[in-house]
């Protein structure tokens, strides 16, 4: 297997291992194990497994965020939210970025780790915000819809029949945003 074969392998592997995991839980040993190479090799590869696991969750950040630019195409306001939402709803299919993004957040307690997942929640911002044109506020309602969208796909709600799964499984659909703007909605810091 080339290098550059054996980097990808050991990244698959690496990716469903720190999804379940998270930073913390995941094994270097069994990520060497599975792909049949030494945890030396591994370490050689990346680093730490720190750095393998900030390249696995800053991908799964990009994932999301290049499949939204390249849903939206030429089509901005709400128009590109809509694909855009259409997308990231699809996107949550790939259970295992979607957990490696999730891992992200929950191993925010490190410094580096916050660092990335900042600078990685920023581009989807942007992504959004430049592509829509749309106000900060119809912006962060986008994105908080995404983020419960990420918890329901994480919890299995597909899988429930519950009137809670049936709402949380609702689908970005046009006119969803148009009743949120900066006058229905101070534009105003969390507190």
Same mark, same amino acid.
């Given at each position: 297997m080339s290098g550059p074969e054996r980097r990808s392998q050991v990244l698959g592997i690496a990716a469903a291992e720190f999804a379940d995991h998270g930073l913390h839980g995941a094994s270097v040993e069994a990520i060497a194990r599975e792909a049949g190479i030494t945890q030396a090799y591994v370490f050689r590869m990346f680093g730490t497994k720190k750095a393998l696991f900030l390249e696995l969750v800053g991908a799964a950040f990009d994932t999301f965020s290049e499949g939204m630019a390249r849903a939206a195409g030429e089509?901005?306001?709400?128009?590109?939210? %809509? =694909?855009m939402g259409a997308r990231y709803s699809e996107s949550l299919a790939d259970r295992t970025t979607l957990l490696l993004q999730l891992q992200g957040f929950a191993a925010c307690g490190d410094r580096e780790v916050r660092d990335l997942v900042r600078e990685r929640f920023a581009r989807m911002w942007e992504t959004v915000a430049a592509k829509s044109g749309l106000d900060p506020v119809t912006v962060k309602a986008f994105l908080a819809f995404g983020m419960l969208?990420?918890?329901?796909?994480?919890?299995?709600?597909?899988?429930?029949?519950?009137?809670?799964?049936?709402?949380?499984? %609702? =689908?970005?659909?046009?006119?969803?945003?148009d009743h949120i703007t900066s006058g229905t909605n101070e534009d105003r810091p969390l507190s």
């Open positions: 089509e901005d306001g709400i128009a590109a939210l %809509t =694909r969208l990420n918890n329901g796909a994480a919890l299995g709600v597909e899988e429930l029949d519950e009137p809670w799964a049936e709402g949380v499984r %609702t =689908r970005i659909r046009p006119g969803l945003f």
